[in-house]
């Protein structure tokens, strides 16, 4: 193996720095949101929306960033999902705590996403579900629906948020039910190479 196989293979690397800068925000967010929403403080809530979605774009950008530069690791495979749920499941728990969400939005989205997240680790021997255009598509709206949330809004743009909102609710479920076919096939077919190479 030469020197660029190894740095290809490396930990050490932009894609899982920006996994572990989110993985840090997280508590940074929790504190802020807190603080803003317990004290009804506009300033801090908007100080909540910015972290939020400063940390939310890294999202956007590790996993595209890694795949493109053939920075894939094993141990950002493992961290990303888990950075990602921390982010997006502490800004909906806060949310519904102070009673901004239904509850019911909060159980939904997470129960997804723990649920894809254990689909991934089940399957990640076999390979690696890409993300599909829904599932980009969901990530989008729940970052944009949240950072409403999140900010100080008129009643106007509140109404706007939760349309917002129930469309990413929708399109979570639908990319969940997708993304778990999608983990069975790729189960299913690591199952029928070894018995295909054997005839």
Known sequence: MNSESRAEVSSWNVPNALTVGRLLLVPVFVVVAWVGFDRNDEAWQAWAALIFLVAAVTDLIDGEWARRTGQVTSFGKIADPIADKALTGSALVLLSWFELLPWWVTIVI??????VTCLRFLVIQHGVIAAS????????????????YLLPLASGAFAVAQWVMGAAVVVTVLTGVDYAFRAIALRRGAAKAPRQAQA
Request: glycine residues 10%.
């Open 110 to 115: 997470i129960a997804r996403e723990v649920a």
């Open 133 to 148: 255009r829904g599932g980009k598509l969901k990530t989008v709206l729940q970052i944009l629906a949240i950072t409403l």
